[in-house]
């Protein structure tokens, strides 16, 4: 009950997960398998579908930290109802995954800061009077990271038209369960006044 406690309260206390200590997590096999020690017979090596390099780190997060909220977990199973119900919106979101880069390694060259090095005349000001050099190799990596971005920008407006095209959709549908549940609550008043009478 104790660590049970104390996994809650640390978990609550950062971002509303749930905190497993490595134990935990080796001996339920979460990440590897006991035996083999490696990930294919482990619980995310066998649901792992994702596909990209962001929705892999975020499955495997959310399973060695899952979240506690009750609303965040209702969320997450509606969007999979979401999913099954619509066929089509799924194999679109697939599709429009599937096109995007790794976000993460494609903004890595962007941010990284050339080595200080002496006896060079070509370099970048990084403040203080500090010039450091940037190669040949890094201003291609960062060019290839800015065409990545605008290959990845170029994929939003599609996102954002299947979504919104679902949205309405998921609208329609709840306004009509709403009209479908409140014509059967009027016929059932009226029963049970009829019924009384």
Do not use: W
Request: net charge positive; proline share 3%.
């Amino acid at each position: 009950k104790g660590g049970g406690g104390a996994g809650g309260k640390a978990g609550n206390s950062m971002n509303n997960r749930m905190a497993m200590d490595r134990n935990t997590i080796a001996h339920l096999e979460l990440l590897a398998n006991a035996k083999t020690h490696k990930r294919k017979h482990s619980l995310l090596g066998t649901i792992d579908c994702t596909k990209t390099s962001v929705g892999g780190k975020l499955l495997k997060m959310n399973i060695v930290a899952p979240p506690t909220r009750k609303d965040t977990i209702d969320a997450r199973l509606d969007l999979v109802d979401t999913f099954l119900e619509h066929e089509l919106f799924f194999y679109e979101v697939l599709e429009l995954l599937r096109l995007l880069p790794d976000l993460q390694k494609m903004l890595a060259p962007i941010a990284l800061v050339p080595k200080r090095r002496s006896g060079f005349t070509v370099g970048v000001n990084v403040g203080g009077g500090d010039k450091r050099q940037v190669t040949a190799r890094m201003a291609s990596k960062g060019i290839s990271a800015l065409v990545c971005i605008k290959s990845a920008l170029s994929i939003v407006p599609n996102f954002a038209r299947v979504l919104e095209i679902q949205l309405k959709l998921l609208v329609k549908r709840d306004q009509k369960k709403i009209r479908n549940n409140g014509g059967n609550n009027a016929d059932d008043a009226d029963g049970d006044g009829d019924g009384n009478g």
